[in-house]
Each structure stands twice: as C-alpha cells, then as structure tokens.
C-alpha cells in the first residue's frame, strides 16, 4: 500500500469509521435499540473516530497527523515508562545519540512550558568527567538575552551580528521542505542564522526572510557548472541575495570527514534539482574533496575570491579537525599570503548526520573539545584570535552547552538536531530511510504534512529564546555580563573521585604570540608544526619518517 492518502498509517481511522458507520446501523435497526451490543461498539468507535479525525487535522503534534489513534498507545507507554525504566531497565541519562532529559529539555522549551527539574540532579556528581560552571558570590544582571557577536574582518564590506546559538548546516533534501520553511520562519523571528546545508538555497530558505548561511560543498551545489565544478556567475547571483549574510565553504562535517556522497537520481525531485542546479532525475556526485582548489593557500585565495564576489559580505570555512598538520598548513597559509577567513566552523566528530558509516559515525573525526582547542591555540599562538571568529557544533543542545564551548574557545555555537527535536523529532532514527515518522528528514509529501509550519515555527523561536534565557541566567550566576567573558577557569571537571580541574588546567593552552618564533611545547605543535607546508595538505617529513621506521 503506498505512503499516501491509503497509507497502513490511517488504517486504524478507517477501520474506527468503517465500524462505527456499521455499528451505528445496525444499532438503529436492532431490536433491543440502543440497549445493544451495537450501540456500545458504535459508542466506542465513535470516539477513536472522533479521536483519530483531531489527531490528523490538530496543527501542534507531527506525530499525532501521521499516525492517528496509534499514537496514543505511544503516549501511554511513555507516560508509564519512568516507572518501568525506573525499576527494571536504565535511567534518564542513559539513552543515546540523546538522553531522555536532552531531548525533554528541547521539548520544553520549544513548547514554552515549564522546564523546572525537582528533587535534585540525577548525575553522579562525584563521577569522572561531571562538570559545573563556578558561580559568584556577587551574581551579575546582563541586560538581555539576545547576545551577539560581529562577524566580518578588515576586508568584509558587510560584517554580521550572528546570535551566540544558531541553526547548524542542514540541507533541503536531508530535511523536508516543511521543516526548511519553519527553521527559517523561526530563526526570522528569533533574529539568529539559518546554515542551508550543502544542498544549496532552495525557495523554501527564501519564503521567511530568515538570516542565512550559504554553505558550499564540494558538490558546489548553486553555483555548479555543468561539468560539476565551480561557477563564479552563478555564485555571484545566489551570493548577493539579500537574505545570504555570510558564505561558508564546507571542507569537511564532523558526522562523517572525509567521505563524499551520491545522492541518487531517483531522489533529485524538481524542487531538489532547482536549488542544487543539477538536473532532474539524474545521480548527483559529491565528491570527497573540492575541485576549486587543492593546497592550503588556494583555499584562502578562494576564500578572498568568493568575499570579493559575494560583495564583501563575511567569508569562512567549516572543517571538522583531522590530521594536524593539515590544519597547521592552512594555519601558516594565512600567516605567509595575510589573507584571513573572517570565521571558522569547527564541527566536532560528535556531529549528526541522515546517513553515514558506522565506522565514520564511531570513529573518524577529532570530538568537538580537542578540535575547537587546537584551532583556538593555533591562532592565538600566531595573534590571529582577535581577527578570526569561531564557531562550534557537536551535541550542542542546553545553555551549559553554550558556556562550556565557548568557554574552551568558541565565539558562537550551532546546533542540528536540536533544532530538529524542537519541530517535533522523536530520534527514531528512520533519518536514511525517507520514514521519517515526524515529517522532518523525508521528502514524502504524506508524512512531511505532519509539520504545521506555523505552530514549528514557533517552537523553534521558544527553543532559541528560552535556552539564551538560561544562557543568561548562568552568565548572572557566574558574575558575568556576557558570554565572550567565559573563559576555561569558570568550567571544573572531575578528574577523580577525589580531585578536580578548571577546563584551563586540563588543556594545554598557548600564549599569545607563541607560534610566531616557530616553538611550543605544545605536545602536538612539537611534533607537526614545525614541518607543515602551506603549499601541501600532505603529510611533512616528520610524519613520513616515522611511518619508514615503522616500515622496517
């Protein structure tokens, strides 16, 4: 049967109207009247009728208008399911890719309800690895929630006030066109950044007004020649729509680094080939690298090139951290050519994605914290820190999130599958399968009906909002005003049972300037930096000399 009007989904509606429609008669024409066993079962049925008929047209749950009636046993199993996870099975914090109390979080505060917690914590405070921000005996009063941070260096013509806490990169094609449109309603009336994905700008980014992030892939996706590669006359017309407000260059995604994609020719729908600029119906290759360019220097004449042409609007790169010294040519790319990315994203291998290896989900790709310190030393170590924003992404869900990442370093934070738990996402993990049973990552027009567009898009808002609410109020009890003062001495982690560290005694952290003379004692500059070459992203001396000694 196909995922449509006929779907197995409304089964249990049809089967609830065809009884009640059969009890109800027979009812009227039994002898006993209304005394029978038909009209208690045309009772019954008349109101999962009525039950399933509000489910499908209610506007506010996604889950409810795909599956009708068969909800509600969900609904009863989770209300029971505190009790018997309780007793028998595992705690709140114990489920993954999100725990139970991250996905409530989400859930609360994109539906602006009360999102208090009773009786105490529920972590293990005396476990390795807990963490807590130190508050002051002398709280602050920040004057509003709304903290933001100026994008653009000396050669932006048109810097940009990002929101500390935005939309991270998620393509239409990946998600439904109805989770795109109240994404960007929701970031329009927030006044924070939608990232488009590679998948390019579809007329869904464009409907709202949102604020966007034109993210480019290898794929070139907008600005794609015939022959797959770039097109500068393309990009220029995409680039300088009012709504672009800064163009990110995709080298790598922290879910899966490395690895290209093919979208096959079956999924290219008309919508699909118009925003990515490949024809309909065809297989579509990503490859796993870029074509444009090829050493760390080409990347940032790139970078300047796609600046100028954009009309100097704020220019950076996303990378998610893998071998060292190729970040540490690109690093001494920018310190020998002066040209600068006015941001930098660094995805953490913690990152989701729709689809990926498990190898490259598991084990591929630097965690957030190693990747976002790396960066953040190597351009203080070269007193490029001040001209050069960052920006993080990796499970980045709550308020002490926020703080903690950018206190290792961050400027600002995007989160993915926050914001796909805010329009209604239930991590059934169906992501690859085109099953979403939300609406959220298909392009099934049945199921991606469920999101009401206008009732998500509130949510997303409240979900923004009432996380930098509690931004806010732990920046008070840290004595502070905004989140730039964060540093890794306001964040402790448990080491031990009987010991503890602030986040700037359990990193190694270098000085300002300290990369200028070509020495630290950084254990991995010590090893890589020396020997990295802006003219190559391969591996230096140092690194080929061990893998001969090993050889032998």
């Known amino acids: 049967?196909?995922?449509?009007?006929?779907?197995?989904?409304?089964?249990?509606?049809?089967?609830?109207?065809?009884?009640?429609?059969?009890?109800?008669?027979?009812?009227?024409?039994?002898?006993?009247?209304?005394?029978?066993?038909?009209?208690?079962?045309?009772?019954?049925?008349?109101?999962?009728?009525?039950?399933?008929?509000?489910?499908?047209?209610?506007?506010?749950h996604a889950i409810n208008r795909n599956y009708p009636i068969l909800v509600h046993f969900r609904y009863f199993f989770e209300m029971i399911r505190?009790?018997?996870?309780?007793?028998?099975?595992?705690?709140?914090?114990?489920?993954?890719?999100?725990?139970?109390?991250?996905?409530?979080?989400?859930?609360?505060?994109?539906?602006?309800?009360?999102?208090?917690?009773?009786?105490?914590?529920?972590?293990?405070?005396?476990?390795?690895?807990?963490?807590?921000?130190?508050?002051?005996?002398?709280?602050?009063?920040?004057?509003?929630?709304?903290?933001?941070?100026?994008?653009?260096?000396?050669?932006?013509?048109?810097?940009?006030?990002?929101?500390?806490?935005?939309?991270?990169?998620?393509?239409?094609g990946s998600l439904s066109a109805n989770a795109i449109l109240a994404l960007n309603a929701g970031a329009?009336?927030?006044?924070?950044?939608?990232?488009?994905?590679?998948?390019?700008?579809?007329?869904?980014?464009?409907?709202?007004?949102?604020?966007?992030?034109?993210?480019?892939?290898?794929?070139?996706f907008g600005c794609r020649a015939d022959n797959g590669g770039f097109d500068a006359g393309k990009f220029t017309e995409n680039a300088q729509r009012e709504s672009v407000r800064m163009i990110e260059i995709k080298l790598s995604q922290g879910a899966k680094p490395g690895h290209g994609g093919v979208l096959p020719g079956a999924k290219v729908s008309p919508e699909i080939a118009e925003a990515r600029g490949i024809p309909v119906g065809q297989d579509c290759l990503s490859p796993a690298h870029h074509t444009a360019f090829s050493t760390p220097i080409q990347l940032l004449e790139f970078v300047a090139s796609l600046r100028e042409?954009?009309?100097?609007?704020?220019?950076?790169?996303?990378?998610?951290?893998?071998?060292?010294?190729?970040w540490f040519a690109i690093a001494k790319a920018m310190q020998k050519t002066g040209i600068l990315p006015d941001f930098i994203v660094v995805d953490g291998g913690e990152g989701g994605t729709g689809a990926a290896p498990l190898e490259f989900s598991n084990h591929v790709g630097a965690p957030l914290v190693e990747a976002l310190v790396l960066v953040h030393n190597t351009l203080v170590g070269l007193n490029l820190r001040g001209k050069v924003h960052v920006g993080a992404a990796g499970k980045v869900v709550t308020a002490f999130d926020i703080a903690r990442t950018i206190a290792l370093g961050a400027d600002w934070c995007n989160?993915?599958?926050?914001?796909?738990?805010?329009?209604?996402?239930?991590?059934?993990?169906?992501?690859?399968?085109?099953?979403?049973?939300?609406?959220?990552?298909?392009?099934?027009?049945?199921?991606?009906?469920?999101?009401?567009?206008?009732?998500?898009?509130?949510?997303?808002?409240?979900?923004?909002?009432?996380?930098?609410?509690?931004?806010?109020?732990l920046l008070a009890a840290a004595g502070l005003q905004?989140?730039?003062?964060l540093g890794p001495e306001h964040i402790i982690q448990r080491v031990s049972s009987s010991e503890v560290r602030s986040l700037a005694a359990l990193q190694h952290w270098v000085k300002?300037?300290?990369?200028?003379?070509?020495e630290s004692d950084h254990p991995v500059f010590k090893v890589f930096w020396h020997n990295a070459d802006p003219e190559t992203f391969s591996a230096p001396p140092s690194v080929l000399s061990l893998r001969t000694s090993k050889m032998r």
């Open 1 to 60: 049967m196909q995922d449509g009007p006929l779907s197995l989904r409304y089964l249990t509606l049809y089967i609830c109207l065809l009884l009640f429609a059969g009890a109800l008669a027979l009812a009227i024409h039994a002898e006993s009247g209304w005394l029978s066993i038909w009209s208690v079962l045309a009772v019954v049925t008349g109101f999962l009728s009525l039950v399933g008929l509000r489910d499908v047209f209610q506007p506010s």
């Open 82 to 172: 505190p009790e018997i996870r309780q007793y028998f099975v595992e705690a709140d914090s114990d489920e993954l890719p999100y725990s139970r109390v991250q996905r409530s979080i989400i859930y609360q505060r994109a539906k602006d309800t009360l999102d208090k917690r009773p009786f105490g914590t529920q972590l293990d405070v005396y476990a390795p690895r807990y963490e807590w921000i130190n508050h002051s005996v002398a709280p602050g009063e920040p004057a509003s929630h709304d903290f933001r941070v100026q994008i653009g260096g000396s050669d932006c013509k048109h810097p940009y006030s990002a929101s500390v806490f935005n939309i991270s990169a998620m393509s239409f």
């Open 188 to 220: 329009k009336r927030g006044g924070f950044y939608h990232d488009t994905g590679e998948g390019s700008i579809s007329r869904h980014h464009l409907k709202h007004g949102g604020d966007l992030v034109w993210e480019i892939g290898s794929g070139y």
């Open 309 to 326: 042409m954009s009309g100097g609007k704020p220019t950076g790169f996303k990378l998610a951290i893998g071998h060292p010294w190729e």
């Open 415 to 473: 989160a993915a599958r926050g914001f796909m738990f805010a329009l209604g996402c239930i991590q059934s993990q169906h992501c690859h399968t085109d099953k979403c049973p939300s609406g959220v990552a298909t392009q099934n027009p049945w199921r991606q009906r469920a999101i009401v567009v206008p009732d998500k898009a509130e949510r997303v808002f409240h979900f923004h909002q009432n996380t930098l609410k509690a931004l806010k109020e």
């Open 482 to 485: 905004h989140p730039n003062e």
């Open 512 to 518: 300002p300037g300290e990369l200028l003379d070509g």
